[in-house]
């Protein structure tokens, strides 16, 4: 059993920056694939980035390319979202995710999930 704790959220000014932290314990984190998804109010989780076991391999939703990098430390068992050029349509909840299949958007192959951290961006 995988527990993920994230932290990192906060309100930030549009155009500011933020690094969310995920720190597994219980599994052995080096063999999952993990990723991050957020909700805002009032609509659906939606994928944001996810990173494969060796960090070697990651992929971002196209709303966030460019801006938001998704990296891991197998030591710490920590995986992180930096997210930089943050604008008010990035406000929601942000969960991490651990994956014992494949690296993916689709949430459905994630059997492990996290509490979840606010971010909030003022305009």
């Known amino acids: 059993q995988v527990q993920l704790v994230e932290s990192g959220g906060g309100l930030v000014q549009a155009g500011g920056s933020l690094r969310l932290s995920c720190a597994a314990s219980?599994?052995?984190?080096?063999?999952?694939?993990m990723g991050w998804f957020r909700q805002a109010p009032g609509k659906e989780r939606e994928f944001v980035a996810a990173?494969?076991?060796?960090?070697?391999?990651?992929t971002v939703a196209g709303s966030v390319k460019g801006r938001f990098t998704i990296s891991r430390d197998n030591a710490k068992s920590t995986v992180y979202l930096q997210m930089n050029s943050l604008n008010p349509e990035d406000t929601a909840v942000y969960y991490c995710?651990?994956?014992?299949?494949?690296?993916?958007?689709?949430?459905?192959?994630?059997?492990?999930w996290g509490q979840g951290t606010q971010v909030t961006v003022s305009s």
């Open positions: 995710a651990a994956s014992s299949t494949f690296y993916s958007g689709s949430s459905y192959l994630y059997s492990y």
């Open positions: 990173i494969d076991w060796s960090g070697g391999s990651t």
């Open positions: 219980g599994g052995t984190f080096s063999t999952y694939a």
